[in-house]
């Protein structure tokens, strides 16, 4: 590391700087929350890597361990902390670390807000958040490949509406909308759900004198039909969630948010769902569908 790049009192203000992770305790204007987080960070990632090598993913675990390794602050004011701006290079792999994870979300919320947000605005459309949830089980690739072909057969069911040629469902009320996989775990099992951030014409909600844009148990049916086992479903108007998830970007970002679970579950994860199209997007029907 060059001496003009170090750490040192009277560095130039505005100035980007590198911290190496290995020698967080050497930077005196880093404050302590800052080292704290990152000395947590270092020991999991220690953990992930242990477990990709004792698995055999030595490429990986090479990538993991790199990843981060140095970071990049800068300083506004004298007295002020270290802000961090950014990283020498990044491994990519969303599931099993966090700034990846953070810059693959925002990423995806830069690219899906601002169309939800005119649609919204231009064509008097409400916000909505569905929740499709499947019946928890013990094998994730199962439930990861039964949660997409349930996802499929709902969108196929409502592109065919929109060519004439299907029956008409409750999805079929969606103007626009985003969904997410997601995925948690506990003793019982993986949790396998779709998070959906969603836009219905206000013409075409179910019942516009109470403002519900869908019928949810008719949702309900619909969905165990397509999943054949589960019928679990939630829809949530803005004013039924807490205050920080009202609007759609904080929507999207919550849909979007790291997964909790501990380091062996994490890379199992990684191993199903890693490079697999986990955010859908849905377009404008070709038709309307009937006011209830």
């Not at 967080?24 to 242990?50: A, N």
């Not at 701006?85 to 599931?95: H, I």
């Not at 700034?99 to 939800?116: D, E, F, I, M, P």
């Amino acid at each position: 590391m060059p001496a003009s790049q170090s750490l040192v009192p009277g560095l130039q203000l505005g100035k980007r700087v590198f911290v190496n992770t290995q020698h967080i305790g050497s930077c005196e204007k880093l404050p302590e929350p800052e080292k704290k987080r990152l000395r947590q960070q270092r020991r999991s990632t220690k953990k992930v890597v242990r477990e990709l090598w004792e698995r055999g993913e030595f490429e990986r675990a090479r990538q993991r361990a790199a990843c981060g390794e140095t970071l990049y602050y800068k300083s506004d004011s004298e007295e002020g902390p270290l802000r961090r701006v950014g990283t020498d290079r990044t491994c990519g792999m969303r599931f099993l670390c966090r700034t990846c994870h953070r810059r693959w979300s925002n990423r995806q919320v830069k690219q899906h807000l601002g169309q939800l947000e005119q649609i919204q605005r231009d064509e008097e459309c409400e916000l909505s958040f569905v929740t499709l949830t499947l019946q928890r089980s013990q094998n994730l690739e199962r439930a990861f490949r039964d949660l997409r072909n349930a996802y499929d057969r709902v969108n196929s069911h409502r592109r065919d509406f929109g060519r004439g040629k299907g029956r008409e469902t409750e999805f079929c009320r969606v103007r626009h909308g985003v969904w997410v996989f997601d995925f948690a775990c506990n003793d019982d099992g993986w949790n396998a759900h779709l998070h959906g951030t969603v836009l219905v014409r206000q013409s075409e909600m179910f019942a516009q004198e109470s403002q519900f844009p869908f019928d949810e148990a008719a949702m309900s049916d619909e969905w165990k039909r397509c999943t054949g086992t589960s019928d679990i479903v939630d829809v949530s108007r803005p004013e039924d969630v807490p205050l920080e998830r009202r609007s759609a970007g904080n929507a999207l970002h919550y849909s979007m948010k790291w997964p909790e679970l501990s380091d062996r579950k994490r890379v199992d994860l990684y191993q199903v769902a890693q490079g697999k199209q986990l955010v859908r997007c849905w377009k404008q029907p070709l038709r309307s569908v009937a006011r209830v």
